[in-house]
C-alpha cells in the first residue's frame, strides 16, 4: 500500500498531466503530437530533457502518454540523427511571435528547433520506461533513433580523443545560470540577471552566425565548455545503449558502447575529479582550465560506470553527506551552502542555489548505482517530503521547502519515481 506522501504526489502527477498537455498536427512532418510541456504558465514547448523525465514519471500512471511523449521528442531527430533542445510544436505564424528564439535555431528555417543539445539523457528514458511499463519491446522500438543520436554527438561534439562532449552554450548543460559558467562568459564576479542574459544573447548570435555547425562553433571558442554534469550524463547515456543493446543480441553494439562510456569516464577521473574540492569540475576552453565552484553538476557524474570505490565514498561522505555543504534540510542544493554564491531564495538567476528535484533523481540514481543504497533512500525520503508537501514547483528553498519559479511543473514528478523504485 502506498504511503500518503505518494498518494499525494501521485495525484499532484495525475493533475499535472492534464493541465500541461499539449496536442496537436504539425503538417510539415505530417505527425500527431502529444507531449507535456514543462509549466503551462511559463514554457509551452517541448524541451529535451525535460520530455526524457515527463516519460519516466508518465510511465507510471499513463504509459500509453509517456510512449507519446518518447515519439514525439524522437518525430523531432534529424536524418543525421541530432535532436534539438527546443521544439516549437504549435508555434503561429512561423513562430513570429517568439523572435528570441531564432537566434538560437538554424538562419533561414521556419522556427521549428533549436540548433543546441541538451543533457544526453534519452537512452536511460526509454531504458527505465520499459522497465517501468515491464515491456521488453519498447527499447527497441527507438534503437535506431538512438544509435543515430549518439553517432550525431560523436561526431559533432568530442573534437578530442579522450572522447568528452564540448557544449558551445550555457543552455545545453540545462543548469545555464549556474556559477560554473561565470568565468567563461567572462565574468569575475557573481554577474546580475540583465548581465549574465545580455552575454548569452552574444553567444547566441554567435553561434546563430555559424549557423549552429558544430564545426564552426567549436573553432570559434566562443564558448568552449567541457561541462561535468553532460559528459556524465554522456557517460551513463552510452553504458545504457550498451545494456540495451546486449539484452537485444548486438554484442558488437554493446561492446563499442562500453568503449565509449569506459574512456568517458576515465577522462572525467583524470581531468575533472577534484577530490579537495568534492566532485567533478568543469573544463573551460582549449587549455582546459578547472572551473571552481561546487555545484549539483559535479555530484551527477555519480552515474558513471566503474568509478573507484574510494572516490564515490570520499564525495557521498566528505561533501553530498555534509550538513555544511549540500545535507541542508532538503538537499540536494544546486550550489553548496559553502559557495560565495549560494543563494537559496534566488529566483531570477537560477540554478544558483536553490533544490531541483531532475537533479535530485540523478544523484539518487547514481548513489544506488554505487552501492549507496541507504543514502539513496534517504535523499528519495526527502524529495518525498518536499513535493508531498509543497506541490510540483518547478525548484525550491533547501531551507524552507518554500517552490519557487514555475508551478505544475513536470520534471519535479519524478518525485513519483523516487517512491516508487
Not at 531527430?77 to 513570429?96: S, T, V
Not at 558502447?257 to 574540492?277: F, G, H, I, P, Q
Amino acid at each position: 500500500m502506498e504511503s500518503p506522501a505518494t498518494q499525494q504526489i501521485r495525484s499532484l502527477v495525475q493533475g499535472m498531466s492534464k493541465t500541461n498537455l499539449k496536442q496537436g498536427h504539425d503538417h510539415t512532418l505530417n505527425f500527431d503530437y502529444s507531449y507535456l510541456c514543462p509549466s503551462p504558465e511559463k514554457y509551452q514547448w517541448q524541451w529535451f530533457w525535460d520530455s526524457c523525465f515527463h516519460a519516466i514519471a508518465l510511465a507510471h500512471i499513463n504509459p500509453d502518454q509517456a510512449l507519446h511523449e518518447l515519439d514525439t521528442l524522437v518525430a523531432t531527430q534529424r536524418e543525421d540523427g541530432f535532436i534539438g533542445h527546443i521544439h516549437f510544436w504549435g508555434a503561429k505564424l512561423g513562430g513570429i511571435a517568439h523572435l528570441w528564439a531564432y537566434s538560437q535555431a538554424v538562419p533561414g528555417e521556419r522556427l521549428r528547433s533549436s540548433g543546441l543539445i541538451q543533457p544526453p539523457v534519452l537512452a536511460q528514458a526509454v531504458e527505465r520506461v520499459g522497465e517501468i511499463i515491464g515491456d521488453v519491446a519498447i527499447p527497441p522500438r527507438f534503437m535506431h533513433a538512438l544509435d543515430l543520436y549518439h553517432a550525431w554527438l560523436a561526431d559533432n561534439r568530442v573534437p578530442d580523443d579522450d572522447g568528452l562532449i564540448v557544449i558551445v552554450s550555457p543552455y545545453e548543460a540545462g543548469t545555464n545560470q549556474s556559477p560554473v559558467f561565470d568565468e567563461a562568459l567572462g565574468f569575475d564576479a557573481p554577474p546580475g540577471r540583465w548581465k549574465t542574459g545580455f552575454r548569452n544573447r552574444r553567444i547566441d548570435v554567435s553561434n546563430w552566425l555559424s549557423s549552429y555547425n558544430s564545426a564552426k562553433m567549436l573553432g570559434k571558442h566562443r564558448f568552449y565548455v567541457k561541462e561535468a554534469l553532460v559528459n556524465g550524463l554522456y557517460a551513463d547515456s552510452l553504458a545504457t545503449m550498451a545494456r540495451m543493446h546486449r539484452i537485444q543480441g548486438n554484442n558488437h553494439s554493446a561492446a563499442a558502447y562500453d568503449a565509449m562510456a569506459a574512456k568517458v569516464t576515465k577522462s572525467m577521473l583524470e581531468k575533472m575529479l577534484d577530490r579537495a574540492n568534492g566532485g567533478f569540475m568543469s573544463l573551460i576552453g582549449t587549455n582546459e582550465r578547472r572551473t571552481a565552484p561546487l555545484t549539483v553538476g559535479a555530484l551527477v557524474p555519480l552515474v558513471m560506470p566503474n568509478i573507484p570505490k574510494d572516490i564515490v565514498d570520499e564525495i557521498v561522505e566528505r561533501h553530498i553527506l555534509r550538513r555544511d555543504k549540500f545535507w541542508l534540510r532538503y538537499p540536494i542544493p544546486s550550489v553548496s551552502a559553502v559557495e560565495s554564491t549560494f543563494n537559496p531564495h534566488e529566483d531570477k538567476l537560477i540554478w544558483r542555489g536553490p533544490t531541483w528535484i531532475n537533479t535530485n533523481w540523478l544523484v539518487w540514481r547514481g548513489m544506488r548505482a554505487q552501492g549507496r543504497s541507504e543514502n539513496a533512500e534517504d535523499l528519495a525520503a526527502r524529495t518525498i517530503e518536499l513535493v508531498a508537501k509543497h506541490g510540483l514547483y518547478e525548484y525550491y528553498n533547501p531551507l524552507s521547502g518554500q517552490g519557487m519559479g514555475a508551478r505544475s511543473f513536470g520534471w519535479s514528478a519524478l518525485a513519483l519515481d523516487m517512491a516508487l523504485a
